[in-house]
């Protein structure tokens, strides 16, 4: 099972052009972090990243110019394989709720081995805070030692608190978008314009890119309309679903029901739904918890918020 990689990233043209000048300056750490909402492409930055640094002696290197990735770079082809004998992938598994040691342990390996033709070889760990405490532990005793011919990219999402004692080991980049610069991306990444699909600023100043996208593909295979907002998207999706808890895009609903909560006191704040809102995220929060019935809460921010 390979992975996606983007050939061609947006807005992280000085972020790149930093990290090129460490490099060519021989100052490129050999331990970060690359923090910053999830969805910015921030996982695509990294992978851009490397791929710049492995194809520096290749047919087809990286284009620096444009941000791009050549597709016929060998590289590219061997890390979206998962067989580059440099490159290894540390990720959460889908459905797991952490990182487990053994993934960790499995890594061992990989960093004790002789890199291919003395190269520098790259660990990069996505979704750093679902590191649980044993793989937190184990991870910091490998990127203690010092190996000049080892790179380690962590990737975290800020939602998430940073471990103090990952912090004090690796430097941090972090990484945000404006409102204005997250409608340009979307206009890029995207067949349509986000002022002809969406109305209003308010999604883009909430949302990031990815969501923005994944955004898109939900209301496409609902079949919503243009000129879309939070409201009636929100009066569609539980008109159409009768208030199934659809997993796929369980995040965007919730995402959806802050924004609309935040619309709704925008201009006169309601105590009423200012208790409402702390109730129904602890109440979601332990049904998530204890497995229950999602539907039914739901089905309260219909009847109880939506609808009046």
């Given amino acids: 099972m390979g992975i996606v990689i983007q050939k061609k990233i947006y807005g992280y043209e000085d972020l790149f052009s930093y990290f090129q000048k460490l490099e060519l300056n021989n100052k490129l750490p050999n331990k970060f972090i690359i923090s910053g909402k999830k969805g910015i492409g921030k996982s695509s930055f990294a992978y851009h990243l490397i791929n710049y640094l492995f194809t520096t002696n290749e047919e087809y290197k990286y284009d620096t110019v444009n941000l791009e990735i050549n597709e016929l770079n060998r590289s590219f082809k061997l890390i979206q394989n998962l067989s580059h004998p440099n490159f290894y992938l540390i990720d959460v598994d889908e459905g797991k709720e952490n990182i487990g040691i053994e993934k960790i342990r499995k890594c061992f390996e990989f960093i004790n081995r002789?890199?291919?033709?003395?190269?520098?070889?790259?660990?990069?760990?996505?979704?750093?805070?679902?590191?649980?405490?044993?793989?937190?532990?184990?991870?910091?005793?490998?990127?203690?030692?010092?190996?000049?011919?080892?790179i380690f990219i962590l990737i975290h999402n800020s939602s998430y608190k940073l471990l103090d004692t990952l912090k004090s080991r690796c430097i941090l980049f972090k990484k945000n978008f404006s409102e204005k610069e997250v409608i340009s991306i979307f206009d890029k990444l995207s067949d349509e314009n986000y002022v002809n699909l969406f109305h209003g600023n308010t999604l883009a100043r909430f949302m990031t890119v990815?969501?923005?996208?994944?955004?898109?593909?939900?209301?496409?295979?609902?079949?919503f309309?243009?000129?879309?907002?939070?409201?009636?998207?929100?009066?569609?999706?539980?008109?159409?679903?009768?208030?199934?808890?659809?997993?796929?895009y369980y995040s965007i609903i919730i995402k959806l029901i802050q924004i609309y909560l935040y619309e709704k006191n925008l201009n006169s704040f309601d105590e009423s739904i200012y208790t409402w809102y702390k109730s129904f995220f602890k109440k979601l929060a332990e049904a998530k918890k204890f497995n229950l019935d999602i539907g039914n809460l739901f089905f309260e921010f219909k009847t109880k918020v939506l609808n009046e």
């Avoid at 309309?225 to 796929?248: A, C, E, G, V």
């Fill in 114 to 150: 002789s890199s291919m033709n003395g190269d520098r070889r790259i660990v990069l760990i996505d979704n750093i805070e679902y590191l649980n405490i044993n793989s937190s532990n184990a991870l910091l005793k490998v990127i203690e030692e010092p190996n000049e011919k080892l």
């Fill in 210 to 223: 990815g969501e923005l996208l994944f955004l898109k593909e939900f209301c496409e295979e609902n079949q």
């Fill in 225 to 248: 309309k243009d000129k879309l907002n939070t409201n009636n998207i929100l009066h569609n999706y539980f008109s159409n679903q009768k208030n199934k808890y659809d997993k796929k």
